[in-house]
């Protein structure tokens, strides 16, 4: 009757038992900004909890007529769904706790678990009657026919978290993947377990997945082979009842009938520390919070546990802030802050040097930003989430400017200004790319058309005068920013997903980063690929970018890794970069070329500074200015004084670090100012009455 918190770290009970509940307590589930918990019982009624204090909020939620099952909160916290006993879903009001609409009615028997889409568009229930359902979770309508192919009950549905995929698990000891738009059943049925599945659930990245089952045991599985990923883990003593992943998935977290809960590490499937013991009955669910600073667990014993999650800072001191994931980082024009778009659908503005918060959380997003960027000025800042929404801010003050930008009918992946800051971009799990005026909101031209997947990455070419696009369907294509109409064919070579595109300073090459665990760089002109791929990563490349001198590529990737490759000769720089012990989910490099900052799954933010002193095959760099020029085109030292002014048609192209280098010609590529002897600040006035002379 009770729910129990407990540290990650220490495995000790945090606080006292969550007791309401007159029977056992079979699901609990986190809302989604970690606040609340919601708990389903055998005494029919659901509850809300204050994930801080353990009080009960409200009253219990009466409707259904047999047990619940199986609890669930939309991805925008708003609402609640639960499978019942009774063959019914139902849908309830977080505010209110009045229930929405009539119940979902369609099971010819009990539903065993409830789950929404990561959109927030769809449910899907498992039920005794052997079948999977989909409903659209708006009108509680069913959206296509039953799933059906298991031969015993499905206790445990989720869907991967692209929403591509749903996942089953069944009394029939098997686990099936399910097209989730057509509902078709994709490849053969994961076997291995001897037992009942009860529990299934998908890696956040989306390339395993877990099930617990009645043999004791957890499998972990590869999602898109099906193959069983080494030994099975053993060490419950009992039926596995639930599993689920630690938000930065280094970790998954079993509930068992042994009346324990443990703690695996996923990539070795060791077990970490001793078992979490403190209930006195079998634990059925478990999960942790959307931050991973806790993990909840509900019981036979009727309570509810609530374990405090290991918070121990990582080396090196990272930016901390976010509640969730950093998917996006960027650096202001002037290299003096940072911004950061996270899961927790947040924005956050840092000191680059201090590492200090500016000013207070950009708010507005009601779902995970995915991308973050400044205009070329630094004023503004413009945020893609998967609320299918672009937002403009003000950089200074972080209040939104305008109404978001609608338009998109999925995620918004990728957000980027044109070189001019006159127009924005937008690349969309809708398969499309949109161009906006960034001054009034509105759409120009056409939509860009011609992936057959989602958009994960847009890019501007330096002169504003082409689009790059890298998409699910593993193709980068070139448009015409002025048309919208597509540039030759699309260009083709990775084997996976592509996840991030960018051009080089000069235009003159695209590189792609991709699910294939490879960069590839590729001649923007004609399209051809330029050298063999650079390899070296051991999972995913999820953000690739071009240091300002153009002379040296920085990549980021699931390995939790950051490398740094010579752009010349395609070959690593250094060593990667290590420490992180989270998937690197972005980088960028400051303006100046000194620092680099990548965000990670472990909510964080880290700055390095690798360029400056990484052995190189090139001379090492002597740069004794690190600045690039003003929106006014001015160039400044450290402490902001003038230095020189650059003519406009001269400021496109500047590169820092090293001597300031300016493009002239294609048989010319730069030429270096040497500063060496000349005066600067107060003293300009002699090089001028010297000239002069």
């Given at each position: 009757?009770?729910?129990?918190?407990?540290?990650?770290?220490?495995?000790?009970?945090?606080?006292?038992?969550?007791?309401?509940?007159?029977?056992?307590?079979?699901?609990?589930?986190?809302s989604p900004d970690g606040k609340h918990i919601v708990s389903g019982s055998h005494d029919k009624t659901i509850r809300i909890w204050d994930a801080e204090?353990?009080?009960?909020?409200?009253?219990?939620?009466?409707?259904?007529?047999?047990?619940?099952?199986?609890?669930?909160?939309?991805?925008?916290?708003?609402?609640?769904?639960?499978?019942?006993?009774?063959?019914?879903?139902?849908?309830?009001?977080?505010?209110?706790?009045?229930?929405?609409?009539?119940?979902?009615?369609?099971?010819?028997?009990?539903?065993?678990?409830?789950?929404?889409?990561?959109?927030?568009?769809?449910?899907?229930?498992?039920?005794?009657?052997?079948?999977?359902?989909?409903?659209?979770?708006?009108?509680?309508?069913?959206?296509?026919?039953?799933?059906?192919?298991?031969?015993?009950?499905?206790?445990?549905?989720?869907?991967?978290?692209?929403?591509?995929?749903?996942?089953?698990?069944?009394?029939?000891?098997?686990?099936?993947?399910?097209?989730?738009?057509?509902?078709?059943?994709?490849?053969?049925?994961?076997?291995?377990?001897?037992?009942?599945?009860?529990?299934?659930?998908?890696?956040?990245?989306?390339?395993?997945?877990?099930?617990?089952?009645?043999?004791?045991?957890?499998?972990?599985?590869?999602?898109?082979?099906?193959?069983?990923?080494?030994?099975?883990?053993?060490?419950?003593?009992?039926?596995?009842?639930?599993?689920?992943?630690?938000?930065?998935?280094?970790?998954?977290?079993?509930?068992?009938?042994?009346?324990?809960?443990?703690?695996?590490?996923?990539?070795?499937?060791?077990?970490?520390?001793?078992?979490?013991?403190?209930?006195?009955?079998?634990?059925?669910?478990?999960?942790?919070?959307?931050?991973?600073?806790?993990?909840?667990?509900?019981?036979?014993?009727?309570?509810?546990?609530?374990?405090?999650?290991?918070?121990?800072?990582?080396?090196?001191?990272?930016?901390?802030?976010?509640?969730?994931?950093?998917?996006?980082?960027?650096?202001?024009?002037?290299?003096?802050?940072?911004?950061?778009?996270?899961?927790?659908?947040?924005?956050?503005?840092?000191?680059?040097?201090?590492?200090?918060?500016?000013?207070?959380?950009?708010?507005?997003?009601?779902?995970?930003?995915?991308?973050?960027?400044?205009?070329?000025?630094?004023?503004?800042?413009?945020?893609?989430?998967?609320?299918?929404?672009?937002?403009?801010?003000?950089?200074?003050?972080?209040?939104?400017?305008?109404?978001?930008?609608?338009?998109?009918?999925?995620?918004?992946?990728?957000?980027?200004?044109?070189?001019?800051?006159?127009?924005?971009?937008?690349?969309?799990?809708?398969?499309?790319?949109?161009?906006?005026?960034?001054?009034?909101?509105?759409?120009?031209?056409?939509?860009?058309?011609?992936?057959?997947?989602?958009?994960?990455?847009?890019?501007?070419?330096?002169?504003?005068?082409?689009?790059?696009?890298?998409?699910?369907?593993?193709?980068?294509?070139?448009?015409?920013?002025?048309?919208?109409?597509?540039?030759?064919?699309?260009?083709?070579?990775?084997?996976?997903?592509?996840?991030?595109?960018?051009?080089?300073?000069?235009?003159?090459?695209?590189?792609?980063?991709?699910?294939?665990?490879?960069?590839?760089?590729?001649?923007?002109?004609?399209?051809?690929?330029?050298?063999?791929?650079?390899?070296?990563?051991?999972?995913?490349?999820?953000?690739?970018?071009?240091?300002?001198?153009?002379?040296?590529?920085?990549?980021?990737?699931?390995?939790?890794?950051?490398?740094?490759?010579?752009?010349?000769?395609?070959?690593?720089?250094?060593?990667?970069?290590?420490?992180?012990?989270?998937?690197?989910?972005?980088?960028?490099?400051?303006?100046?070329?000194?620092?680099?900052?990548?965000?990670?799954?472990?909510?964080?933010?880290?700055?390095?500074?690798?360029?400056?002193?990484?052995?190189?095959?090139?001379?090492?760099?002597?740069?004794?200015?690190?600045?690039?020029?003003?929106?006014?085109?001015?160039?400044?030292?450290?402490?902001?004084?003038?230095?020189?002014?650059?003519?406009?048609?001269?400021?496109?192209?500047?590169?820092?670090?090293?001597?300031?280098?300016?493009?002239?010609?294609?048989?010319?590529?730069?030429?270096?100012?040497?500063?060496?002897?000349?005066?600067?600040?107060?003293?300009?006035?002699?090089?001028?009455?010297?000239?002069?002379?």
């Open positions: 009757m009770t729910i129990r918190i407990w540290d990650v770290g220490t495995g000790a009970v945090c606080g006292e038992p969550l007791k309401g509940h007159t029977d056992w307590v079979l699901s609990v589930a986190y204090t353990g009080a009960i909020i409200g009253t219990p939620l009466h409707g259904h007529r047999g047990r619940v099952w199986s609890v669930a909160y939309s991805p925008n916290g708003r609402q609640i769904i639960s499978g019942s006993q009774d063959n019914t879903i139902r849908i309830w009001d977080v505010e209110t706790g009045a229930a929405v609409g009539k119940p979902l009615e369609g099971c010819s028997k009990g539903v065993c678990s409830v789950a929404y889409s990561p959109d927030g568009r769809h449910i899907i229930s498992g039920s005794w009657d052997k079948t999977i359902r989909i409903w659209d979770a708006e009108t509680g309508v069913a959206v296509s026919e039953p799933l059906e192919g298991h031969s015993s009950s499905v206790y445990s549905v989720a869907y991967s978290p692209d929403g591509r995929y749903i996942i089953s698990g069944s009394g029939d000891k098997m686990i099936r993947i399910w097209d989730a738009e057509t509902g078709a059943a994709v490849g053969e049925p994961l076997e291995g377990h001897s037992e009942g599945v009860f529990s299934v659930a998908y890696s956040p990245d989306g390339r395993y997945i877990i099930s617990g089952s009645g043999d004791k045991t957890i499998r972990i599985w590869d999602a898109k082979t099906g193959a069983a990923v080494d030994e099975p883990l053993e060490g419950h003593s009992s039926s596995v009842r639930s599993v689920a992943y630690s938000p930065d998935g280094r970790y998954i977290i079993s509930g068992s009938g042994d009346k324990t809960i443990r703690i695996w590490d996923a990539e070795t499937g060791v077990a970490v520390g001793g078992p979490l013991e403190g209930h006195g009955e079998a634990v059925n669910p478990v999960a942790p919070s959307p931050d991973g600073r806790h993990i909840i667990s509900g019981s036979w014993d009727q309570t509810i546990r609530i374990w405090d999650a290991e918070t121990g800072a990582a080396v090196g001191g990272p930016l901390e802030g976010h509640g969730e994931a950093v998917n996006s980082v960027a650096p202001s024009p002037d290299g003096r802050h940072i911004i950061s778009g996270s899961w927790d659908q947040t924005i956050r503005i840092w000191d680059a040097k201090t590492g200090a918060t500016v000013g207070e959380t950009l708010e507005g997003h009601s779902q995970g930003v995915f991308s973050v960027a400044y205009s070329p000025d630094g004023r503004h800042i413009i945020s893609g989430s998967g609320d299918k929404t672009i937002r403009i801010w003000d950089a200074k003050t972080g209040a939104a400017v305008g109404e978001p930008l609608e338009g998109h009918s999925e995620g918004v992946y990728s957000v980027a200004y044109s070189p001019d800051g006159w127009h924005i971009i937008s690349g969309s799990g809708d398969k499309t790319i949109r161009i906006w005026d960034s001054k009034t909101g509105a759409t120009v031209g056409e939509t860009l058309e011609g992936h057959s997947e989602g958009v994960c990455s847009v890019a501007y070419s330096p002169d504003g005068r082409h689009i790059v696009s890298g998409s699910y369907d593993k193709t980068i294509r070139i448009w015409d920013a002025e048309t919208g109409v597509a540039v030759g064919e699309p260009l083709e070579g990775h084997s996976s997903s592509v996840w991030s595109v960018a051009y080089s300073p000069d235009g003159r090459y695209i590189i792609s980063g991709s699910g294939d665990k490879t960069i590839r760089i590729w001649d923007a002109e004609t399209g051809a690929a330029v050298g063999e791929p650079l390899e070296g990563h051991s999972s995913s490349v999820y953000s690739v970018a071009y240091s300002p001198d153009g002379r040296h590529i920085i990549s980021g990737s699931h390995d939790k890794t950051i490398r740094i490759w010579d752009a010349e000769t395609n070959t690593g720089v250094s060593r990667p970069l290590e420490g992180e012990i989270a998937n690197v989910l972005s980088a960028a490099c400051s303006p100046n070329g000194q620092y680099i900052v990548f965000g990670s799954n472990r909510n964080t933010i880290r700055v390095s500074e690798p360029l400056s002193r990484q052995p190189s095959s090139r001379n090492p760099l002597h740069a004794h200015f690190y600045s690039r020029p003003d929106s006014n085109g001015w160039v400044r030292d450290s402490d902001r004084g003038l230095l020189y002014w650059l003519p406009l048609d001269c400021r496109t192209g500047l590169h820092s670090p090293a001597l300031i280098t300016i493009p002239l010609t294609s048989d010319v590529r730069s030429v270096s100012l040497d500063f060496e002897g000349c005066a600067f600040g107060t003293d300009w006035p002699q090089i001028f009455n010297s000239a002069q002379r």
